[in-house]
């Protein structure tokens, strides 16, 4: 019995020294990236992201956070989807000052990693953009988000956004309006199937939308 309880203290042990190995080499690594992000090259800090993006904890998204305020706007890009460990109110809360950055690539991806936070807080603001951007693959990205977020809110503006001229947001609406599930959008959805010039990828995304629609109903 003896024998059995001092094997068990050992493995115990070796389960602990393991686990603070682990710890402590996480902890190290988390040094270098910090210390990359604050002197590093442009790519030295993408590889830094890239790698806390990775390890996928709350710790590694904090130390990410600096990237957000970069003065390379590849950086700042590369950031947004490096913080989203973070508890969702507080990633959504970051990145909303870069739904308004000057460069558009940057603006689009705050707004695919603002979407993944699945925060409500983020409709009004991707509403804004799907309706005013200058940049049709911005709004095409913000018409993308709102049904990653699933906010109902949203439900009138995507069907608005079904008309637009640009086809990718066409396409994100209608696939954002058939992940909401709202049967509110379905005569607006097969409206839009009548039109005899509508895109075939367009027309797709619609009959998905209308085909998931009907099958949330009967859940």
Same mark, same amino acid.
């Given at each position: ?9 050992? /493995? ?9 190995? #682990?710890?402590?080499?996480? /902890? ?13 090259? @442009? ?7 890239? %790698?806390?993006?990775?390890? =996928?904890?709350?710790?590694? =998204?904090?130390?990410?956070? =600096?990237?957000? /305020? ?7 890009? !590369?950031? !947004? ?24 690539? #940057?603006? *689009? ?7 993944? !936070?699945?925060n409500f ?10 309706? &005013?951007? &200058? ?13 990653? @977020?699933?906010d109902v &809110? ?9 008309? %637009? *001229?640009?086809?990718?947001? %066409? ?7 058939? %992940?909401?599930? /709202?049967?509110?959008?379905? @005569? ?28 949330? =109903?009967?859940?």
């Amino acid at each position: 019995m003896k024998l059995q309880n001092l094997k068990e203290c050992l /493995s115990l042990s070796l389960l602990i020294f393991s686990f603070s190995i #682990v710890i402590y080499g996480q /902890s190290s690594n988390l040094e270098v990236y910090a210390e990359k992000l604050r002197f590093g090259t @442009i790519e030295e800090k993408r590889e830094a992201l890239y %790698q806390l993006r990775n390890l =996928s904890t709350e710790i590694a =998204s904090r130390v990410a956070i =600096s990237g957000l /305020s970069d003065t390379s706007e590849i950086v700042r890009a !590369t950031a !947004t989807h490096s913080i989203l460990s973070l508890p969702s109110g507080e990633s959504c809360t970051l990145l909303l000052p870069l739904l308004s950055e000057k460069f558009a690539f #940057v603006r *689009k991806e705050a707004i695919y990693a603002v979407g993944k !936070t699945k925060n409500f807080r983020a409709t009004v603001f991707l509403i804004k953009i799907l309706e &005013k951007d &200058k940049d049709l693959e911005v709004r095409g990205a913000a018409a993308f988000a709102l049904g990653i @977020i699933g906010d109902v &809110k949203s439900n009138e503006n995507l069907i608005a956004a079904l008309n %637009q *001229k640009n086809l990718f947001v %066409q396409r994100s609406a209608a696939r954002s309006l058939g %992940q909401i599930g /709202s049967d509110k959008s379905l @005569i607006s959805l097969e409206k839009k199937l009548l039109e005899p010039k509508l895109d075939d990828d367009v027309r797709r995304e619609i009959l998905w939308a209308i085909a998931e629609i009907k099958s949330l =109903s009967k859940l």
